[in-house]
């Protein structure tokens, strides 16, 4: 029920500033977050870094990396969609800011757990951090509530530009300064994300214009995943933009396991090549798929960037060197990079502007528990066969893309 309407009006520059602002928060929080994968198979995986004792097995020690890899997203899960119900009822600007304070907490407890060489504290920091990263939700109904219907498309390819330079800059960065120390990174991400809270409370304008009363419940994250599947008009591409972040997940969070042992990669080595393929990736984003997304259909364009991207990911454990992962980054991050806007705008573009905040929280329930479920499976297989993030993370890419030219096979080719 509407409860009541905000006395203020936009303008053009407080959109762009606010959208901005947005946009910046969303890079350095994925570059926080893109600053352990160079760093965490490492730390784990070396027998001569005292996590655990010599004689622990790489089963084990690849369950604990898929409960650091999970956790974020389990505890994100949750709090998505009460951070979006919660900013439906009382505006964007005040839940953005609270979630923002987790996160800078969260990379403040994992310099503690680095320097005492302690598991438990890191497994503390991650279930802080995904408190925090609930407010993806926040930042999507946020850009929703500032775009035009011909805008949304490429306000959201912007979001994912963010993601991609976050991920970027994020492993390069923990890649070359864990050469320094393993804890300099997490210092390193401390400051930045304090910056960025700093600069939302400065020049982050509200940019909801109804306010709403809606009931915020601790396990909506489950009610929302079974309320997500249900919605008709949306819900194929709910279960495909779970498939589709599954592998993701999959591939992305264990394939530095597989780059260490096959190609002998250092932390600085794992920390290039997400650094490339982050960079590409944010380049394709803002700018090379432009043109597409105005001329194609975004089912059309879903259903072959992810059929590719399958591919791409399915090939690498053919490679006979490295040197073929050059190949891999320039057409994985290209084609990867329509996923996140194309389905982003399909469900946005089927829901009422009222439900903008409760339906972005649902696609956010949606997505993270696909990240948290594949990351606590994968860990266990990982450290057995680490070639399986290659196998099953493209494996489930291809599934999804099958989905979508099985349901829409006719309405893909008009």
């Known amino acids: 029920m509407l409860l009541k309407r905000a006395t203020f009006v936009f303008s053009d520059k407080k959109n762009r500033i606010s959208l901005f602002i947005l946009i910046l928060i969303t890079f350095i929080d994925f570059m926080g977050i893109g600053l352990v994968y160079p760093i965490f198979s490492k730390i784990l995986f070396d027998p001569s870094i005292p996590f655990f004792s010599s004689g622990t097995t790489n089963e084990v020690r690849g369950i604990f990396l898929g409960i650091l890899f999970g956790l974020m997203p389990f505890a994100q899960f949750f709090s998505l969609s009460i951070w979006g119900t919660v900013s439906d009822n009382k505006g964007r600007k005040k839940p953005l800011l609270l979630s923002l304070s987790f996160t800078v907490l969260a990379h403040f407890i994992s310099i503690f757990g680095i320097l005492f060489s302690s598991i438990s504290i890191l497994i503390v920091s991650r279930f802080i951090l995904g408190i925090g990263a609930g407010n993806i939700s926040i930042v999507l109904a946020s850009i929703a509530d500032i775009s035009s219907k011909e805008k949304k498309a490429k306000n959201f390819g912007l979001y ?11 492993p390069f960065i923990g890649g070359a300064l864990s050469i320094i120390s393993f804890s300099f990174p997490f210092a390193f991400s401390f400051v930045v994300t304090l910056l960025n809270l700093i600069l939302a409370v400065v020049f982050f304008k509200e940019t909801l214009v109804k306010f709403f009363n809606k009931t915020v419940s601790f396990v909506s994250g489950l009610k929302n995943l079974k309320k997500a599947f249900t919605i008709k008009t949306i819900r194929i591409f709910f279960l495909c933009s779970f498939f589709t972040n599954f592998g993701w997940t999959y591939f992305m969070d264990f394939a530095p396991v597989f780059l260490i042992k096959k190609f002998m990669f250092s932390s600085a080595d794992v920390g290039i090549f997400y650094g490339s393929m982050g960079g590409l990736f944010a380049l394709s984003s ?19 960037s992810s059929l590719i991207a399958a591919c791409s990911i399915l090939s690498i454990p053919f490679y006979p060197n490295f040197y073929w992962l050059i190949l891999f980054v320039l057409i994985f ?22 439900i903008q905040g409760e339906t972005l929280g649902l696609f956010g329930s949606v997505n993270t528990a696909a990240y948290s479920v594949s990351a606590l499976i994968a860990g266990f297989f990982v450290g057995i066969a680490p070639e399986s993030s290659m196998y099953v993370g493209g494996g489930i890419l291809l599934i999804s893309s099958c989905i979508v030219l099985v349901i829409f096979n006719k309405k893909l080719f008009i």
């Open 160 to 170: 994912s530009m963010a993601i991609g330079a976050g991920f970027t800059l994020g």
């Open 286 to 304: 803002g700018l090379l798929i432009r043109p597409f997304l105005s001329k194609f259909k975004y089912e059309t364009l879903f259903w072959i």
């Open 333 to 354: 991050s290209f084609f990867a990079a329509f996923l996140g806007p194309t389905i982003t705008t399909i469900i946005s573009n089927n829901v009422s502007a009222d």
